[in-house]
């Protein structure tokens, strides 16, 4: 209650200081969703669905407010799922989701990641029933989540593959139907608008930006017609991979019609798919070294100071948006508002956000040490002869994180937004590794056995 009291203040101050809320230049493109209803080449409606349930209220200090909300309640559910660990463990798994400076901050800015962060909390929390019920609940989850991100896709793969590994696999049939039909469905509605296949029309466009960071054209010896996708200049001197997709001196942004044209996104998907077959290493090394950002102690500046800024509690109110696109975009928040839009800073309230943000923080390392527990653990258990029942609780949040953290490294580029989602998934796994509180444990040896945590067969709870 205190952690939670705690993550309450500081999201009063988030309201009081930024109001009504942040702006990022992703907010303009799900804003024009809003008004008119259309799937977007590049991002899922999801998140503009959510902005439209809250359409009627008439301000985006009730979209940050929802927001807000939506952090406190993911941080209530992990402690929930946890406290099947000693409470000292499912209190500090809390910790990061409520307390974190940067998690406020992204709450705060008009973007998609904490609803979706809260939609996969919510699936892992109910991820552990086998009511047939809970089950489509769970696949309702994980289909608004992927539609809100598309990084969401393989985590209907992994929920499914945890119930045939418990070999529950009508249950399994059940997640998939239910995460499915709301999936084909916004599919079917992309093909009619664009007659393409898919939920966006850019996964070419990112990995072929994601190539760039080790394609070599002398290696790949591409056919003429991907030659026109080359960078002569030396990997190490190249932008950050999202600049392949903004820049305009981008090839691919050079070439005609728009960037994400189903003529260019094939030509980037084809460059892509043979920068990585024929340097396999290179693309592993670069993935690799994509993901270690993400465990680095300091916060350095990437992938440019723009995009790294709109992650800070600005000291001055930003401006109006400069790309067209967003100028657009920003008319459309204006009937949205039913006024005029922007961030007023208050102080002092802001002032004391900025000072808390530049102490208060989930550092990379701290982040890593999390991840590597479960796995750890499990190994030390093994080796004292103890053996966990069946699959160990913290299996699904463990792997969900890692997934999270590895897809963008792998398909597109690292960002600290997209870090942030896994964090309480990974504090979750953590803390169930832990193993149960025996001391202060109700129910029976066969409850405990039912969620896979590790109790000797002589205890009596």
Known sequence: MVVLALGTALRALAMLGYRPALWFPDTYTYVVTVFKPRPDLVRPAGYSMFLKLLEPFHGFGMVAAGQHLLGLAAGVLVYRVARRAPRWAATLATVPVLLDAYQVELEHLLVSDTLFMFLVVAAV??????????????????????????????????????FVLRRRVGLAGVLLAAALVPVVAYGAWFYATYQRVGLVGANGAFLYARTMSFADCARMDPPPDLKVLCDPRPPERRPPSQEYIWAKDSPLVKLPGITFTKENDDLASRFAALAITRQPLDYAASVLAELGRTFTWSRPVYPDPEIYGYYEFPVTEPGPPGRYPARVGAEYAKLYEQGAIGTKIVEPYAGWLRAYQSMARLPGPVLLGVLLLPPVAAVARRRRGRRPAGAPA???????????????????????????PAVPLACLAAALSIGPNVLRQSGSNRRAKEFGDDIPPNVRL
Not at 139 to 150: E, H, S
Not at 396 to 420: C, G, K, M, N
């Open 394 to 420: 913290w299996l699904v949040p463990w792997s969900a994180a890692i997934v999270l953290l590895a897809t963008p490294a792998a398909a597109a580029e690292f960002d600290y937004r997209y870090v942030l």
């Open 125 to 162: 929390a109910l991820g552990r029933a086998e009511r047939r019920g809970a089950v489509v609940a769970v696949g309702l989850l994980l289909a608004a989540a992927t539609l809100t991100r598309t990084v969401g896709q393989p985590l209907i793969v992994l929920f499914a593959a945890w």
